[in-house]
Every structure is written in C-alpha cells, then in structure tokens.
T-cell receptor, first 113, second 114 residues
Framework: GENVEQHPSTLSVQEGDSAVIKCTYSDSASNYFPWYKQELGKRPQLIIDIRSNVGEKKDQRIAVTLNKTAKHFSLHITETQPEDSAVYFCALLSGGGADGLTFGKGTHLIIQP | EAGVAQSPRYKIIEKRQSVAFWCNPISGHATLYWYQQILGQGPKLLIQFQNNGVVDDSQLPKDRFSAERLKGVDSTLKIQPAKLEDSAVYLC????????????FGQGTRLTVV
C-alpha cells in the first residue's frame, strides 16, 4: 500500500514560534491530504485538509501546503500556544478504489513556555 | 451532534483468548472504518464498510480478526485468538460519503494482551 513518511518525529518549539511538519509520499494518484491532532489519550481530530487541486489552505494559525510535483505536503502552525502540544498525524487518500486513509507515524509537538 | 461511540474503553485479556469491540457511528454516516493504533504509531486501516458491505479489508489479518456491520449501522470487530502483538488502541471512525469527507473518530478501545 501507499507509504507516507512524516518528519520530524518530535518537535520542540518556544511558545509563540512557528512549527512546521512535513510529509512525503510516493503515489502520484493521491488526492486528499488531511492533518489530524491527537492529544494524549484522546481521539484523533481533523484540524485541516487539502485536496490535490489546491496548493495552500489556511485556517487562522494553521496552514497546509501541497507540492504535488515534489510529492510532499506540510503543516504550518504560527504563534504556537501551549494547547498546541499534541501528536500530529498527516494522512492521505490514494487515488485507488478504497477510501481508507494512510497515516504517517506522527510528530510529537512540544510547546515550551 | 453525537459522536462515534465505542465500547469498552479498556480491555485486558490473556493471549489466545477472544475479544470483541463495538462501534456505533454518527447517525447517517454510510462509511465506517476500523483502525488499529499501536503505541507510538499512526492509525492503520483494518477494514472499511460502505453501509453493510466491505469495501476494503486488505490489511485485516483474517486468520484471527473478523468484523461485521449488520443493518449498515453498528459494527463489531472480533479477535480470536488474541496475540501479544494485538495490544493496541482500536479506533472506529465514520464519514458521510467515503474518504474524501471528514472521518470522525471514536475514543477507541485500548486492548492489552498479556
């Protein structure tokens, strides 16, 4: 199946700074790229998504960029706050018939006060 | 809106025993997924249902795992017999119309096999 590589596995930033998490993939038919946030012991929740016909999408402090040629997409969080501390997962939907998401291994984001 | 309900929240069993998990998706959601999340990893799709039919079960270990979705609503996932490596959180998710719409996750069932 499709693989998605996510980096870094852990990211520590000072409160107020920006955080960037990157994912790369191999299947050029992939066409839907969501990002999920999972706090400790809780369910994954969708925070932003992007489709293959769009290069960038923003929602307040969160943005996602997609480079289909290079096959990578990134999550950008600006003005980080303590409540941003969590594990973030990128995911993608391949262009094949099945609709289940393939997830990256996750990035543990730590916001230092 | 009510979320995806799962039970039990926690389960501890000995290896070779059997276990079943239950999921009630959001009302009206035709698509239901079961994911396995091993500690420190991202969720891995086990099986996807569209109404009560299986769309994808390519990653389901069918020698020990089974799932059903009767009447296109609730679903159960069973493991028989369990192995130590089955220890994980089992997440159920549902969506309105397949992967291109938002998938809502339940709280999950944390399974420990000893």
């Amino acid at each position: 199946g499709e693989n998605v590589e996510q980096h870094p596995s852990t990211l520590s930033v000072q409160e107020g700074d920006s955080a960037v998490i990157k994912c790369t993939y191999s299947d050029s038919a992939s066409n839907y790229f969501p990002w999920y946030k999972q706090e400790l012991g809780k369910r994954p929740q969708l925070i932003i998504d992007i489709r293959s016909n769009v290069g960038e999408k923003k929602d307040q402090r969160i943005a996602v960029t997609l480079n289909k040629t290079a096959k990578h997409f990134s999550l950008h969080i600006t003005e980080t706050q303590p409540e941003d501390s969590a594990v973030y997962f990128c995911a993608l939907l391949s262009g094949g018939g099945a609709d289940g998401l393939t997830f990256g291994k996750g990035t543990h984001l730590i916001i230092q006060p | 809106e009510a979320g995806v309900a799962q039970s039990p929240r926690y389960k501890i069993i000995e290896k070779r025993q059997s276990v079943a998990f239950w999921c009630n998706p959001i009302s009206g959601h035709a698509t239901l997924y079961w994911y396995q999340q091993i500690l420190g990893q991202g969720p891995k799709l086990l099986i996807q249902f569209q109404n009560n039919g299986v769309v994808d079960d390519s990653q389901l270990p069918k020698d020990r795992f089974s799932a059903e979705r009767l009447k296109g609503v609730d679903s159960t996932l069973k493991i028989q017999p369990a192995k130590l490596e089955d220890s994980a959180v089992y997440l159920c998710a549902s969506s309105l119309g397949g992967g291109r719409t938002e998938a809502f996750f339940g709280q999950g069932t944390r399974l420990t096999v000893v």
